[in-house]
Structures are given as C-alpha cells and as structure tokens.
Nanobody, 125 residues
C-alpha cells in the first residue's frame, strides 16, 4: 500500500526549531513534486511549501518565506521541512503530500492526491 509517513513533530518553545521528515512506504518519491501543508484546529488546511521532484525548485507563501525551508534527499526517499524561529501561530498538524507531473507552483490541497497522516507541532509561548 502506498503511504506517506511524517515524523519529527513535537512540543517546542517559541523561537525554537523543528525538522519534519516525510518518507514513503511502498513507492519512490523521486518522480513526485512534494508539498507541506498544515491545519490548525478550526481552520482550513494551509499551504506551507512545495518542492520539485529534482529538488531544484521550491516555493513558499510570503508569510513563511525565510523561516521555513523545504528540501529533499531522493537517495533517502525523504522530504524535509526545516522550521526555524517558531511561533505559537505555527501550532498545527503538519501534512506532507505528493503529486505527479512537472514542476508547477501548486498550493491548493486539491492539487495533491497523496497525503500522509500528519504530525502534530505545538509551539508554546
């Protein structure tokens, strides 16, 4: 069964950092563009970052640019999200997602057919 699995979430104080990882069970991610999204309680799922299959292209919303970095290691079949200078407003469940096709900036959840189960990130003030 094809499955994405996130890890690395947890509780961190404001100003701290976390690195999330997303791996795949049963398939190879190297031909997929990947995205990270997050969803806080009572809010819609929000786009965080995306990266092309090669890793050469990335895109972030302006609100997160400079604090969050998406990267990938195709040899390890893993995608990462480095989050720095975390704020309480970053508290959410973080999801990784995958889509096939070429590099286009895709920021809507509906653009991604494959999802992980999510990992909780809680930032305390």
């Amino acid at each position: 069964q094809v499955q994405l699995v996130e890890s690395g979430g947890g509780l961190v104080q404001a100003g701290g950092s976390l690195r999330l990882s997303c791996g795949a069970s049963g398939w190879t991610l190297s031909s997929y563009s990947m995205g990270w999204f997050r969803q806080a309680p009572g809010k819609e799922r929000e786009f965080v970052a995306t990266i092309s299959a090669s890793g050469r292209n990335t895109y972030y919303p302006d609100s997160l640019k400079g604090r969050f970095t998406i990267s990938r290691d195709n040899a390890k079949n893993t995608v990462y999200l480095q989050m720095n200078t975390l704020k309480p407003d970053d508290t959410a469940v973080y999801y990784c997602a995958a889509r096939s096709g070429g590099w286009f900036i895709k920021s809507a959840p509906t653009d991604y057919p494959y999802w992980g189960q999510g990992t909780q990130v809680t930032v305390s003030s």
